[in-house]
């Protein structure tokens, strides 16, 4: 299957003015920007409605509570109309199916609805970091056992680290959407994440779309380093 991998920024920030000045910047330079916990509990919803503006969502709250609180949640953040928005799969099945069916009653049939992504496993999470919170799986494992869970209950799409992309292909298909953080250009620092890959190996890997904070937003100049991604998976 034939795909064109797409750049998220994510604009990790704190400051309204430094993310609007990002997201003005990098407009028409990435396919979407991400807007999380940071910037949304710093500044309200309001300035993720105007920082956003022009650009695709990916709203990234990660939501994780009881079904009727994370559906209701989402009902509350439809104003938004982020392109995709995050929840964790870790949740369980029921609260997957109520989130999907809050979506589909905010934004009814021949409207745009946005794409449901479950969390499986954080980057930031190693095989022993796993150990630590009580699951004896290794990352890959313990993505396929939430990837599953996910797709059954509702979920379009998965957030996974670029080394499981071929597992949950091949466990799950191509229809699946799976949006892939964790990405570092060839020569950045790694930071906190564990599992990671170049935006040419994600994309080779089969990766619907990247996720890239730092490596744009602490450039020398964003909008090249942007664009020099957009070139290497246009190449990949």
């Given at each position: 299957?034939?795909?064109?991998?797409?750049?998220?920024?994510?604009?990790?920030?704190?400051?309204?003015?430094?993310?609007?000045?990002?997201?003005?910047?990098?407009?028409?330079?990435v396919d979407a920007i991400?807007?999380?916990?940071?910037?949304?509990?710093?500044?309200?919803?309001?300035?993720?409605?105007?920082?956003?503006?022009?650009?695709?969502?990916?709203?990234?709250?990660?939501?994780?509570?009881?079904?009727?609180?994370?559906?209701?949640?989402?009902?509350?953040?439809?104003?938004?109309?982020?392109?995709?928005?995050?929840?964790?799969?870790?949740?369980?099945?029921?609260?997957?199916?109520?989130?999907?069916?809050?979506?589909?009653?905010?934004?009814?049939?021949?409207?745009?609805?946005?794409?449901?992504?479950?969390?499986?496993?954080?980057?930031?999470?190693?095989?022993?970091?796993?150990?630590?919170?009580?699951?004896?799986?290794?990352?890959?494992?313990?993505?396929?056992?939430?990837?599953?869970?996910?797709?059954?209950?509702?979920?379009?799409?998965?957030?996974?680290?670029?080394?499981?992309?071929?597992?949950?292909?091949?466990?799950?298909?191509?229809?699946?959407?799976?949006?892939?953080?964790?990405?570092?250009?060839?020569?950045?620092?790694?930071?906190?994440?564990?599992?990671?890959?170049?935006?040419?190996?994600?994309?080779?890997?089969?990766?619907?779309?990247?996720?890239?904070?730092?490596?744009?937003?602490?450039?020398?100049?964003?909008?090249?380093?942007?664009?020099?991604?957009?070139?290497?998976?246009?190449?990949?």
């Amino acid at each position: 299957m034939s795909r064109r991998t797409r750049l998220i920024a994510a604009l990790d920030t704190a400051s309204r003015s430094t993310a609007q000045h990002w997201a003005d910047s990098l407009k028409n330079n990435v396919d979407a920007i991400k807007l999380g916990l940071e910037f949304t509990y710093a500044c309200g919803l309001d300035a993720v409605k105007t920082v956003s503006a022009g650009h695709e969502l990916f709203l990234d709250l990660k939501l994780h509570d009881i079904p009727h609180t994370v559906a209701s949640g989402l009902t509350a953040l439809a104003p938004l109309r982020p392109a995709l928005t995050t929840i964790h799969a870790s949740g369980g099945s029921e609260m997957i199916a109520r989130s999907r069916e809050a979506l589909e009653s905010a934004f009814p049939a021949g409207t745009k609805r946005p794409k449901l992504l479950a969390v499986t496993v954080l980057t930031s999470m190693n095989a022993e970091g796993l150990l630590d919170i009580g699951v004896n799986a290794t990352p890959q494992e313990q993505v396929l056992r939430l990837g599953k869970l996910a797709i059954s209950a509702g979920a379009d799409g998965l957030v996974c680290s670029a080394h499981e992309i071929a597992p949950l292909r091949d466990a799950l298909g191509d229809e699946p959407v799976l949006v892939v953080p964790g990405i570092r250009p060839a020569g950045s620092a790694s930071d906190d994440q564990k599992r990671i890959m170049t935006p040419a190996q994600a994309a080779q890997a089969g990766a619907d779309w990247i996720v890239v904070g730092r490596p744009i937003t602490k450039a020398e100049d964003p909008v090249l380093a942007a664009r020099a991604i957009m070139e290497e998976l246009a190449s990949a």
